[in-house]
């Protein structure tokens, strides 16, 4: 399959594959959640959910436990994740391949992206943002590494494969009409409920100007 970028063919590859059982587990979906439990406190009931970048499912199914009507649709570069995905979530829900080549037919209530951006060429951010934008009726849900600026990170041995800046920011630049509702930060030492570091974003659509 020829991708458009160096990092879609590095997270479609064994490196992808070998993510993906290094974060599968019953902890994990413990703290998915908690996570989703509390971030989702301020959105409607939620009917529909888009993830890209969904691996084995862990966040599909949090969020199943916590709306069991949830119909649901994930998008999933790496091929061995997306077979375990399907397992979870039924193959006709599973798109596997470059978030770029999907197309967006029917939205969801939440499109949700975790630990995705971050790994995207920066080039691509633009064009990624109007795909995550396109696949949401009312929320999106962004959680990733966050900094002011952008930065790309050495990224277990390797470089340009992990870049942090404020993606949040440029989608409130990018969409006037959409709203920050809510954000918080969930740190790797937390007690209980780890996540990795992450900071994460609830944004509605369609508000109006702002």
């Keep these: 399959m020829a991708f458009r970028t160096e990092q879609e063919a590095f997270w479609a590859g064994q490196f992808g594959t070998d993510y993906m059982r290094r974060n599968d587990g019953g902890a994990a979906l413990a703290s998915n959640l908690s996570f989703f439990a509390?971030?989702?406190?301020?959105?409607?009931?939620?009917?529909?959910?888009?993830e890209f970048g969904a691996s084995v499912g862990l966040n599909?199914?949090?969020?199943?436990?916590?709306?069991?009507?949830?119909?649901?649709?994930?998008?999933?570069?790496?091929?061995?994740?997306?077979?375990?995905?399907?397992?979870?979530?039924?193959?006709?829900?599973?798109?596997?391949?470059?978030?770029?080549?999907?197309?967006?037919?029917?939205?969801?209530?939440?499109?949700?992206?975790?630990?995705?951006?971050?790994?995207?060429?920066?080039?691509?951010?633009?064009?990624?943002?109007?795909?995550?934008?396109?696949?949401?009726?009312?929320?999106?849900?962004?959680?990733?590494?966050?900094?002011?600026?952008?930065v790309a990170i050495p990224y277990r041995d390797h470089t340009d494969r992990l870049f942090k800046r404020?993606?949040?920011?440029?989608?409130?630049?990018?969409?006037?009409d959409l709203e920050l509702v809510d954000y918080g930060f969930v740190y790797r030492r937390d007690p209980i409920f780890p996540q990795d570091d992450i900071t994460w974003f609830l944004l509605e659509k369609n508000v109006g100007p702002r």
């Design 166 to 176: 404020d993606f949040t920011g440029e989608m409130l630049d990018m969409f006037s």
């Design 38 to 50: 509390h971030i989702l406190r301020r959105a409607s009931r939620i009917g529909s959910c888009i």
């Design 60 to 150: 599909l199914r949090a969020l199943k436990l916590l709306f069991p009507q949830m119909t649901q649709t994930g998008i999933e570069i790496n091929p061995d994740a997306a077979r375990i995905l399907a397992d979870h979530i039924g193959e006709s829900q599973v798109f596997q391949g470059s978030l770029f080549d999907y197309q967006v037919t029917v939205p969801a209530d939440l499109a949700l992206v975790m630990g995705l951006l971050i790994h995207i060429n920066p080039d691509m951010l633009a064009a990624t943002y109007r795909k995550l934008y396109e696949a949401s009726t009312r929320w999106l849900l962004v959680c990733e590494y966050y900094n002011p600026t952008p």
